[in-house]
């Protein structure tokens, strides 16, 4: 599966974005989907994840804050990003796995260039 995401760009702390994961090649809903972020200088980490049957769980640090969802209608995921901070800034990747209940990057799939978030204080 390819991966494509996209929406990101330059907000103020408080705001929010919307990012989209568009797949070519193989239809999502055969996958369980995640979000993954990389900051300047840091290891990439997990953001949130949304099974097969769109059941969803966050990392802790943005737990309330973003939400991910799914529409295998139209191939693509989303990461609703709410009440952005600072800290969120970073290279926002998505990826597919088939791996159950897996947060770790090493069992995720098909990962693009990702789309880059900046939020300024």
């Known amino acids: 599966v390819q991966l494509q995401a996209s929406g990101g760009g330059l907000v103020q702390a408080g705001g929010s974005l919307r990012l989209s994961c568009a797949a070519s090649?193989?239809?999502?809903?055969?996958?369980?989907m995640g979000w993954f972020r990389q900051g300047p200088g840091k290891e990439r980490d997990f953001v949130a994840r949304?099974?097969?049957?769109?059941?969803?769980s966050y990392a802790n640090s943005v737990k309330d804050r973003f939400t991910i969802s799914r529409d295998n209608t139209n191939n693509t995921v989303y990461l609703q990003m709410n009440s952005l901070k600072p800290e969120d800034t970073a290279l926002y990747y998505c990826?597919?796995?088939?791996?159950?209940?897996?947060?770790?990057?090493?069992?995720?799939?098909?990962w693009g260039q990702g789309t880059q978030v900046t939020v300024s204080s």
């Open positions: 990826a597919a796995t088939r791996v159950d209940y897996s947060r770790n990057i090493r069992d995720f799939t098909g």
């Open positions: 090649g193989r239809t999502l809903s055969s996958y369980h």
């Open positions: 949304i099974t097969r049957g769109s059941s969803a």
